[in-house]
């Protein structure tokens, strides 16, 4: 049986700007607040914008409107993919006061630096979508991430047989492009794939192909690794197990510049981009994890924190590195292919107009398989 790759591997979008939101509470301000002279008493620590555009369209305005009709005074910071920077406004919050520090880490040493420069300053710390290895937060807030690779296998598997690559002997090709290997979530991502999935490898079901961790989560370095794969194995590649969006994204890009036609393809984080491949027929499905739900959760236990009441938590997610058994709310995620995509506009994750528009505004109205002959 292969070794599962140490993963990694989110979006087909450049880098963004910056997106920092520093606020104060409404007018009428809580009691904590005007015992700390309107310092800031929350802060979010986000990574970057090239990952994911969820950072940008969904996370820092969720984060502040709960925070700012919860009366608290808060900072959402985001660092743009730099360690350095994300260490330096950590420290800036614990210097403005900070009761409660939501961390998403880019990495676990540079999340377990500001926790531990937090707990010895006696602010709490929340670990928010990415547990860090090895720190010491509260709680930590994200959805069942192990779940997550196991809904991409099963759907990778059901858009094998819907093309009829499984079965009589044809033990089809699947590559594999995980996340980033600094990022414990794309371990969990391909964790739980690979429960599916090797069990189906070994019964002759299909075959391995390449495997790569995508370092950064980088959709440059992602088209590039999938391009290599492509070259390695001459075109023979029936199947992708891609860990987001944006390296599907990448996936996609080259098989066209390749003239290739479309293969089986999983996504995740259901952006604008992964459904419009999804409704064009160039990739088979994403999974939607409600980031408005996670992040009123988030919101919801820092500010139980800050107020001193109980934080409600439905589990426990270990860390191997830290020894420990953190208590966590996990939120559910769910599969989002052509036959359901429209729940994302009628939940208000998207809206139509950000993916039904030019190439893509006739694939909203009719779709054509791409696994027809």
């Known amino acids: 049986m292969k070794k599962l790759l140490i993963v990694g591997a989110l979006s087909l979008i450049a880098v963004m700007l910056a997106i920092t939101v520093t606020a104060c509470g409404s007018k009428k301000k809580s009691s904590s607040t005007s015992a700390n002279g309107g310092k800031t008493e929350v802060c979010a620590l986000l990574p970057d914008t090239k990952s994911s555009v969820?950072?940008?369209?969904?996370?820092?305005?969720?984060?502040?409107?709960?925070?700012?009709?919860?009366?608290v005074t808060y900072s959402v910071v985001n660092a743009q993919?730099?360690?350095?920077?994300q260490i330096t406004q950590g420290q800036t919050c614990i210097t403005n006061g900070a009761k409660v520090i939501l961390v998403d880490a880019l990495d676990s040493g540079t999340g377990a630096s500001i926790e531990k420069a937090a707990k010895t300053a006696g602010v709490k710390t929340i670990d928010y979508d990415r547990l860090v290895l090895g720190g010491s937060a509260s709680y930590y807030v994200s959805f069942n991430n192990v779940t997550v690779g196991k809904l991409q296998a099963q759907a990778l598997i059901a858009a094998m047989?819907?093309?009829?690559?499984?079965?009589?002997?044809?033990?089809?090709?699947?590559?594999?492009?995980?996340?980033?290997?600094t990022d414990n979530n794309a371990t969990l991502f391909a964790q739980g794939a690979h429960t599916v999935l090797d069990p189906l490898e070994k019964k002759g079901?299909?075959?391995?192909?390449?495997?790569?961790?995508?370092?950064?989560?980088?959709?440059?370095i992602a088209?590039?690794?999938?391009?290599?794969?492509?070259?390695?194995?001459?075109?023979?590649?029936?199947?992708?197990?891609s860990a987001n969006d944006g390296l599907a994204g990448s996936v996609v890009t080259d098989l066209q510049n390749h003239k290739l036609n479309p293969v089986p393809l999983t996504g995740q984080d259901a952006t604008p981009g992964g459904v419009q491949n999804i409704i064009s027929g160039w990739q088979s499905m994403t999974v939607y994890k409600p980031v408005p739900l996670e992040a009123k959760a988030a919101a919801a236990a820092a500010i139980?924190?800050?107020?001193?009441?109980?934080?409600?938590t439905n589990g426990?997610?270990?860390?191997?590195?830290?020894?420990?058994?953190v208590p966590s709310i996990l939120e559910t995620p769910m599969i989002v292919n052509m036959a359901n995509y429209q729940i994302l506009f009628s939940q208000?994750?998207?809206?139509?107009?950000?993916v039904c528009v030019g190439a893509f505004k006739k694939d909203c109205k009719t779709y054509t398989t791409p696994y027809a002959s």
């Open 54 to 71: 969820r950072y940008q369209l969904f996370d820092a305005p969720l984060l502040s409107a709960a925070f700012k009709a919860a009366g």
């Open 223 to 241: 088209a590039t690794d999938f391009n290599q794969m492509l070259t390695k194995t001459g075109n023979k590649i029936d199947a992708v197990l």
């Open 161 to 181: 047989n819907a093309k009829g690559l499984i079965g009589a002997g044809k033990k089809p090709v699947v590559a594999e492009l995980d996340g980033a290997p």
């Open 205 to 220: 079901e299909f075959q391995w192909g390449p495997q790569q961790a995508v370092t950064n989560w980088d959709n440059t």
């Open 316 to 325: 426990t997610v270990n860390d191997s590195v830290g020894k420990r058994n």
């Open 348 to 354: 208000k994750f998207l809206t139509k107009s950000a």
């Open 81 to 85: 993919g730099d360690t350095n920077t």
């Open 304 to 312: 139980a924190i800050i107020k001193g009441t109980a934080v409600k």
